[in-house]
């Protein structure tokens, strides 16, 4: 009995000793397996970023029966500043959301950095800055405490641009968040979304500097793009994006109208002239190369300009001017132009 024991035994042992190696065996076939694959996704990752940061396909949301964003396409380039344009309730804010996982999307596949925006959202948010529509402070801390604490959270030591940003924005660090305007508030939010020197930097709809401030900040989003930081913005004001945006995508009720370089975009646009002259004119004096229109209204001249912008003023300082105003195409313009040339073109001539 105890020679059988000890057979018995030692057989044990060898079938546990072949279970480990083979184990083992197994454990190695996976490694060697999933290094490959890791390298393949790191090289897929590296050529994804040297082209598109961004890459939104087919993008359906769906709240019930209400359409947030339906079958949308849309591309950020590495290094450039994107306008995404539209009036509230277009659907910004949801693409925004979706590519950044703050929302489950219906339907379609969103990439950024090469990486999918939901399996790998914690990657992606790390190497990304967001300043959300509805940003809210932690009351009565000081402005510094909170911004060292968010940069904290980041695994970020260094505040020398969290520092610099507040100067530019004349942001005082040492008030508390509950004594801020909401300007400040908003200086607040656009510090927190750059001060990490991330890759990309999503800005959804910040909006409401002064003139002054304002044009600070397209000055520090220029730097961030001459950094080959890469600036989503959206917004609804069409000369904000004109200012600083390399080319803008246009949304209205779910759906992309037009995505365009920005300098394509004022070309088809143009500027509107309105003269009001105490003398006399012919209508033919303004008929210029680059004028796609000429109007008479209740005795204004009304021009559509897309170039030779100088002929057209040196023609209209021939007369006595009684009132003048140039303007860009305003944001309702531009879908009312867009859309009136879709209609053309499904149903024939308008």
């Known amino acids: 009995m105890k020679e059988s024991f000890k057979c018995l035994s030692v057989i044990m042992i060898i079938i546990v000793i072949c279970i480990i190696l083979q184990i083992t065996k197994t454990s190695e076939e996976v490694v060697h397996v999933s290094e490959p694959r890791q390298r393949s996704m790191r090289q897929r990752s590296d050529t994804m970023s040297t082209e598109n940061v961004i890459e939104v396909k087919n993008l359906t949301k769906m709240y019930g029966n209400h359409v947030g964003v339906r079958d949308l396409w849309l591309t950020v380039r590495k290094g450039e500043i994107t306008g995404f344009l539209g009036p509230n309730g277009a659907g910004k804010t949801t693409t925004i959301r979706s590519c950044l996982a703050l929302i489950a999307k219906t339907a379609g596949e969103i990439a950024i950095f090469g990486l999918d925006s ?15 529509g509805d940003f809210g402070l932690i009351p009565s801390v000081k402005v510094r405490s909170y911004l060292k604490y ?10 020398e641009k ?15 968040t509950n004594e801020l305007s909401k ?13 990490a020197d991330d890759d990309l930097i999503i800005l959804d709809e910040p909006s409401g500097l002064d003139p002054l401030m304002q044009q600070e900040f397209y000055r520090i989003l220029r730097d961030e793009k001459q950094r080959e930081r890469t600036v989503f913005m959206s917004s609804h004001n069409l000369v904000e994006v004109e200012s600083v945006c390399d080319r803008v995508a246009i949304i209205r009720k779910g759906q992309l109208v037009v995505v365009e370089d920005i300098q394509v975009l004022q070309e088809k646009t143009g500027k509107v002239l309105e003269v009001e002259f105490r003398d006399p004119f012919n209508i033919d004096e303004f008929r210029f190369e680059g004028v796609s229109s000429i109007r008479q209204d209740n005795g204004r001249l009304v021009l559509t300009i897309h170039e030779n912008l100088d002929s057209v003023i040196k023609a209209v300082s021939n007369h006595q001017i009684l009132n003048m105003n140039l303007q860009t195409y305003s944001l309702e313009q531009l879908f009312l132009k867009y859309y009136a040339e879709e209609e053309v073109d499904e149903g024939g001539d308008a």
């Open 118 to 132: 939901h399996r790998d959202a914690v990657a992606i948010r790390k190497r990304t800055g967001y300043l959300p």
């Open 150 to 159: 968010l940069l904290a959270l980041r695994g970020c030591e260094s505040t």
């Open 162 to 176: 969290m520092v610099s940003l507040a100067e530019r924005l004349q942001l005082d660090l040492d008030r508390k």
């Open 183 to 195: 300007g400040n508030k908003l200086k607040v939010g656009i510090v927190q979304a750059l001060m």
